[in-house]
């Protein structure tokens, strides 16, 4: 009798309860009261039918499937070749990351042609997003969103958060009604403009601007007003690129008012102590002291914090003594001046 058969083995020595030999499962197999019987499996023995018996007994604990799976064949590892074997890999030129071509900061990103100022941008700038959203948080009723700006819009336009107060401002220095005649002087992108729209429903405005490239998204602006507004503008608003100092002193028509908004340069700073307005050159309270004497009702003036309210009413008077004024201070949101309103009555 074979002794490396465990089941042989287990019923010579009356064992009911036997280990299952099985790779899957080494568990304890359910007790059994019929003995077990003699099965002579050649894969459990190790052996094929065919073959005589091996010499070497096994003890019912081991795994005799062990030792008849195939041995892996042995694969010496190959020697790396010396590094002077080794032929040099050509090496290709490093590539260059690929940038978009972003537009230009200081230029405006609108398509213009102008006269003999001709420059074309595909993609046109907006207001940043904060802008945006706080004109529609706000309920302004002016549509930031719709604005073609240029590089230096945020520092020359209407706020939203400025515009309530803007507002109170010019409803109690000139009320609305039929038949005004107002002239934005210096509109830049047209923001006081549409905000001029906006509050004196049916007046003939007129937008002036002397730089071209801003002019033409004034333009643009103006084109599109019912979309800045969301509602129809009747009479259009005129654009005009010109000198705004010759097309007043051409004025022939009375006007009801003039606005100026002068860019107050780099030389404006907030902790210098004082600082002059000045427009093409000359002191802006020349220039609105002669507009009133043109037969023009009111003349509203945008001045820093620094400027010096006195030294400006007196230019105003020397060109018109009658002149009377009223100042607004414009806040930002959180503690701190803006700029003034200055308006000047004949």
């Known amino acids: ?6 089941y042989e083995i287990h ?16 568990g304890p197999q359910r007790q059994r009261s019929n003995p077990l019987p003699i099965i002579n499996d050649p894969i459990l023995s190790g052996r094929s039918a065919s073959s005589s018996p091996p010499t070497r007994s096994y003890k019912a604990t081991e795994r005799p499937w062990r030792n008849v799976l195939p041995v892996p064949e042995f694969k010496p590892v190959q020697e790396r070749p010396a590094q002077s074997e080794v032929p040099a890999k050509s090496k290709k030129p490093r590539r260059k990351p690929k ?15 102008v006269g ?33 700006t240029t590089a230096e819009s945020i520092y020359s336009s209407l706020l939203p958060y ?15 009604r039929p038949g005004l005649h107002i002239i934005d002087a210096t509109a830049h992108i047209g923001c006081d403009t549409s905000n001029f729209a906006w509050m004196y429903p049916g007046a003939a405005i007129t937008a002036i601007e002397v730089d071209p490239v801003v002019a033409e998204a004034l333009k643009q602006n103006m084109a599109r007003l019912h979309n800045i507004l969301s509602k129809r503008v009747s009479p ?12 007043l002193g051409a004025l022939t028509s009375p006007a009801d008012l003039v606005y100026f908004d002068p860019p107050w340069g780099s030389g404006w700073k907030k902790d210098s102590a004082s600082f002059t307005l000045e427009l093409g050159g000359r002191p802006l309270g ?10 023009v009702l009111l003349v509203v003036v945008k001045a820093p914090e620094n400027v010096i309210v ?9 060109g018109c003594p009658s002149a009377t004024y009223v100042a607004r201070d414009i806040l930002k949101p959180k503690n701190g001046l803006a700029y003034r309103l200055i308006a000047f009555h004949r």
């Open 1 to 6: 009798m074979d002794t490396r058969n465990v």
């Open 11 to 26: 019923r010579r020595e009356g064992i009911t309860k036997t280990t299952c030999l099985d790779p899957y499962f080494n």
């Open 99 to 113: 940038t978009k071509n972003k537009p230009d900061a200081t230029s405006s990103a609108v398509a213009y042609a």
């Open 116 to 148: 003999p100022h001709a420059v074309s941008v595909s993609r046109p700038q907006r207001f940043p997003l904060w802008v945006r959203a706080a004109g529609h948080e706000l309920s302004t009723d002016i549509r930031y969103d719709q604005f073609v």
């Open 162 to 176: 400025q515009v309530r107060s803007v507002r109170e401002f010019f409803g109690e220095a000139l009320p609305a």
């Open 236 to 247: 259009p608003v005129c654009v005009v690129n010109t000198d705004c100092l010759a097309y």
């Open 286 to 295: 020349e220039i609105a002291g002669e507009t009133l004497a043109h037969d």
């Open 310 to 318: 006195d030294d400006l009413v007196a230019a105003v008077r020397r």
